[in-house]
């Protein structure tokens, strides 16, 4: 009972605080209802049995990945009173808004269309550290380095992209 | 339903007796630093409040709770009122996995001295501590001062830099212990401290607290002779007072932490358990007391240039040595 109460608030305070993140036009204050969505879908993941996941839900997107957006954010200068103005929409970004609107339509109408009756419930699990572990890392190794690999190749690119002039300069006359 | 009673009772009871430590312990160690600093420059440092100066916290208190709470009129009103509450909260949740004391015994009861033996308690502190960033972030931020931003700016690199290797850091403990859980870490060491097995792991994450703490000689996001006070520049009274708590209790956290990951908890000869903790503890925060009197502050390229380049290597390192040994033992 108390905890499919808090199952339904965590949803409800991910839902609103995700809306809210998207609408608010100080960079700042976006950041922080995303951090507030993340928190909630932590306690979700906690909720389902993923006591890890939801660990590493809030070390790497709350705590490390959203930190990093707020730092560019503050080396950007957006001050408080200069975020005013705000980021208006151009017609090129409305696009892919449109776009996943439809997706997100879609795929709500095929949810909600299901047939309760025919639906099976989900089992019903706990996944301990060790467990998540496991299957990380025996089963479905290949993926995991996979996309430990991709990762590096991103930081290998972004210290390309942004190597020092002097360096660039070098390369032009070589 | 009496065993019930009596459980929730003592866990309240627990509740209350550890949040009243951790508080009083920060409010004297702001004392004990003032207090030992002063010996170390031939000074007295307070002693007119109480004898010896023994309730000068109290005075503070008291100042700071009189004083007005000033916003400045450009500042994000919402975010600069709630940033040094962000900052204390976070240091302060931290103390609800770090077991502080053997299983004890009342009433027919076990009751563990710890707050809530998470299964991933490691975690849940690595989690808090990179939550810690926010407040100092927000509270810069939103003061719309360029002292402040400076200050933030600074405190958030430095926070993402040595996080990586304190979290690299404390790996081979983990792998040591075979578990997230902070008491089966310290029952893992009731004959040998991991500081003796892994002395570079040791190392490697004192340095790194160091740097969490935002203490001498890591504390640019401060330094009170370029960024006048840094992120807390514009703030005063108790909010003020809130980041300042928060800053020692989270020295009060990064020294528990220090103990139970690496010098034992509360295992120790003669003494009992909770005795031994608070020996480390406080031996920990002399340390960086005394650190404090004796180094100078890093340039700022010294403390990236460090961080990315020593201590980040030495610490992958070390986890793949940890890993080969451990392998090699079976």
Redesign the interface.
Known sequence: MMATLTFYLAGAIAVIATALAITRSNPVHAVIYLVNSFFALALLFYLLGAPLLAAWELIIYAGAIMVLFLFIIMMLKLSPSSAEKGLVATRGQWVPVVLLAVALASCTMLLTGLDPATAQEAPRWHASPRDFGYALFKEYALAVEIASFQLLFAAVGAFYVGRPDKMRDEEDVV | MVDQFVMLALILIKLVLVFAVVLSMAAYLVLAERKILARMQLRYGPNRAGPGGMIQPMADLIKLLTKEDFIPA???RG?FLIAPGLSALTALLTFAVIPFGPTLEIFDQKLPLVICD???GL??F??LS??A??GL??G???S?SKYS?LG??RG??Q??SY?LAMGLSVVPVVMMAKS?SLTAIVMAQETIPFALLNPPAFLIFLISIFAESKRIPFDLPEAENELVGGFHTEYSGMRFGLFFVGEYINLVILSSMLTVLFLGGWHGPWLPGIVWFMVKVLAICFFFIWVRGSLPRLRYDQLMNFGWKVLMPLALLNVLVTGAILLGMG
């Open positions: 450009t500042a994000d975010l998470l299964n991933i975690l849940y690595l989690a990179s939550l960033g926010y972030a927000l810069g931020w939103a719309n931003l933030s700016i958030l690199s926070l993402i996080e997230f």
